[in-house]
């Protein structure tokens, strides 16, 4: 009754209703290709699904109080599934391949509402229920997806009833696949916010990569009968991904094959939960890569992501996944979950973004002795500190190339606070102007000098110190001819981050958050 009584006080109308919908298809589903508009329908779906579609299009309307609707309609549909379940997963579609797929659908975008939420209440829901989308997918056997071949596709000369029907079965099962994917994508964020470990071994995922976005994004039968004519039947799985972009031999190169933004997206989430099973001093779990390892891999796949754009994504989709791999690079290098709670400790500030038990008391992890402080100072001299700030630059750079549209994928938040993070610490320690190589190779940022590869090209006399390279090295005289370098004001930086974190705020309410620390981080500099 109170949850009810909530969303009748806000005065909520079916025009906001249907207008929250249409900016669910129009704005989120380009960020996250989930759900098909031209299939959806709405008697079709559970009425706890249209809810948290219609909150997370509530974040794109413009009046004030769209907020609050969007909040008081999460509530109801978050109350219904906890009370509901048992029933909504016994729900099956017309075309859909096994029972509760529209349960799993519904926690997956409540979850992404709840997870970027300014309530620390929903935020904290989120981490601590993230892992039953999994539990509930695995009970209805979701993830047992019929692969297909390419005999289940129609004839260019069938029936419009044939291939309406078939065009209908093949959008279920796509749309299955892609739930699942992207509970991947969030399983691998909520955790690194939290502080816990991830739900699932991202490594052993034996999914199917998605069909292409043009087919997906076929409005017709008979458009989408052309189109998977002229596709290749897919038959890679994640798993097969993450083994070659850790092949037995140093020197060896995956190959380029063409994934989309969702793919692309999955596999660096995977990337990101064996980076945060290593700790600082690269001591993995067993059966885990190195930290040396998982950077090689990451570097391989830079390659991988700028040789698919034009090809299966856009230029923005390329900026969108690469803002991810320079957080994630960033990572690898130094937790910057860990860094801003150690950062935050320091100044006895109260931060609420970052929880879990992996708390400041771990200050061995970035590299001192656990009988003292961080020395962030001494942290600033290292050469994990110079590729962190090289990442953190990269972020900043793209956030503000992106087109103000496109600025709300559900990584960016994160992604800027990061850096900002490490700008911070720098400003804070006297550095707050700072030389960089103006063009960075990425290569050089991420192999260390004890790596194999590295070596042999050396010994072959092939490995010409880069500007890149004596910058993470620490090497003072980086040649300034030819305008190799640049200066950055960080201080300059920070402040101009505080006004794309007003931005994302107005989708993002978690960024309202992330600007009030960074605000304080500016108060401290001054």
């Keep these: 009754m109170s949850v009810t009584a909530e969303v009748e006080s806000t005065s909520i109308t079916s025009v906001f209703l249907d207008e929250c919908l249409h900016m669910f298809f129009e704005r989120f589903i380009p960020t996250f290709p989930v759900l098909h508009r031209a299939t959806f329908v709405f008697r079709e779906c559970t009425h706890p699904l249209l809810l948290n579609a219609i909150a997370l299009g509530s974040l794109y309307m413009g009046p004030k109080d769209a907020v609050a609707k969007g909040e008081a309609l999460w509530r109801l549909s978050h109350t219904a599934i906890a009370t509901s379940w048992q029933t909504m997963?016994?729900?099956?579609?017309?075309?859909?391949?096994?029972?509760?797929?529209?349960?799993?659908?519904?926690?997956?975008?409540?979850?992404?509402?709840?997870?970027?939420?300014?309530?620390?209440?929903?935020?904290?829901?989120?981490?601590?229920?993230?892992?039953?989308?999994?539990?509930?997918?695995?009970?209805?056997?979701?993830?047992?997806?019929?692969?297909?071949?390419?005999?289940?596709?129609?004839?260019?000369?069938?029936?419009?009833?044939?291939?309406?029907?078939?065009?209908?079965?093949?959008?279920?099962?796509?749309?299955?696949?892609?739930?699942?994917?992207?509970?991947?994508?969030?399983?691998?964020?909520?955790?690194?916010?939290?502080?816990?470990?991830?739900?699932?071994?991202?490594?052993?995922?034996?999914?199917?990569?998605?069909?292409?976005?043009?087919?997906?994004?076929?409005?017709?039968?008979?458009?989408?009968?052309?189109?998977?004519?002229?596709?290749?039947?897919?038959?890679?799985?994640?798993?097969?991904?993450?083994?070659?972009?850790?092949?037995?031999?140093?020197?060896?190169?995956?190959?380029?094959?063409?994934?989309?933004?969702?793919?692309?997206?999955?596999?660096?989430?995977?990337?990101?939960?064996?980076?945060?099973?290593?700790?600082?001093?690269?001591?993995?779990?067993?059966?885990?890569?190195?930290?040396?390892?998982?950077?090689?891999?990451?570097?391989?796949?830079?390659?991988?992501?700028?040789?698919?754009?034009?090809?299966?994504?856009?230029?923005?989709?390329?900026?969108?996944?690469?803002?991810?791999?320079?957080?994630?690079?960033?990572?690898?290098?130094?937790?910057?979950?860990?860094?801003?709670?150690?950062?935050?400790?320091?100044?006895?500030?109260?931060?609420?973004?970052?929880?879990?038990?992996?708390?400041?008391?771990?200050?061995?992890?970035?590299?001192?002795?656990?009988?003292?402080?961080?020395?962030?100072?001494?942290?600033?001299?290292?050469?994990?500190?110079?590729?962190?700030?090289?990442?953190?630059?990269?972020i900043q750079d793209i956030v503000e190339d992106l087109p103000r549209g496109r600025a709300h994928a559900i990584h960016m938040p994160t992604s800027l606070f990061a850096a900002a993070t490490v700008y911070a610490v720098f400003a804070l320690q006297g550095r707050g102007t700072v030389l960089l190589p103006r063009q960075v190779e990425w290569r050089d940022v991420l192999f260390e000098d004890m790596d194999a590869a590295v070596i042999l090209e050396e010994l072959a006399g092939q490995g010409a110190c880069s500007g890149t390279k004596r910058f993470v090295r620490g090497d003072s005289q980086i040649p300034e001819g030819g305008g190799r370098c640049s200066a950055r004001n960080l201080l300059y930086d920070l402040n101009s981050m505080q006004k794309l974190f007003r931005c994302l705020s107005s989708q993002w309410g978690i960024a309202i958050e992330m600007e009030a620390v960074v605000d304080q981080w500016i108060a401290l500099c001054h």
């Excluded at 601590?128 to 005999?151: E, V």
């Excluded at 739900?199 to 990569?209: D, T």
């Excluded at 070659?244 to 660096?268: D, E, G, K």
């Excluded at 910057?336 to 950062?343: G, M």
């Design 89 to 394: 997963i016994k729900h099956r579609g017309p075309h859909d391949s096994c029972k509760g797929i529209q349960l799993v659908m519904t926690a997956l975008l409540g979850q992404v509402y709840a997870s970027l939420s300014r309530n620390r209440g929903l935020r904290t829901t989120s981490q601590i229920f993230h892992a039953l989308g999994f539990y509930w997918a695995r009970h209805c056997g979701m993830f047992d997806i019929d692969t297909g071949t390419g005999s289940d596709i129609p004839a260019i000369d069938a029936t419009p009833q044939e291939k309406e029907q078939i065009w209908h079965r093949w959008v279920a099962r796509e749309i299955q696949r892609r739930i699942l994917l992207a509970h991947y994508i969030l399983d691998g964020q909520i955790a690194q916010v939290s502080g816990d470990p991830t739900s699932v071994r991202h490594a052993a995922n034996q999914l199917l990569l998605p069909s292409s976005e043009a087919a997906f994004a076929a409005e017709t039968a008979e458009e989408w009968v052309q189109i998977m004519h002229t596709s290749s039947t897919l038959t890679t799985t994640f798993k097969d991904v993450f083994r070659s972009l850790f092949p037995r031999t140093t020197l060896s190169t995956p190959a380029l094959t063409q994934y989309s933004a969702l793919s692309c997206r999955v596999i660096l989430e995977g990337l990101q939960s064996l980076v945060s099973e290593c700790d600082e001093n690269d001591n993995a779990a067993i059966g885990v890569p190195t930290r040396g390892e998982i950077r090689r891999a990451l570097a391989q796949f830079h390659t991988v992501i700028t040789a698919n754009q034009n090809i299966q994504n856009t230029a923005v989709e390329t900026l969108e996944i690469l803002l991810r791999w320079h957080a994630i690079c960033l990572d690898a290098a130094t937790d910057s979950t860990r860094l801003a709670r150690h950062l935050c400790a320091r100044y006895a500030m109260t931060q609420h973004i970052y929880g879990g038990g992996r708390g400041v008391a771990s200050s061995t992890s970035l590299g001192t002795s656990s009988s003292s402080a961080l020395d962030l100072a001494a942290w600033c001299s290292t050469p994990d500190a110079r590729r962190c700030l090289l990442h953190a630059v990269a």
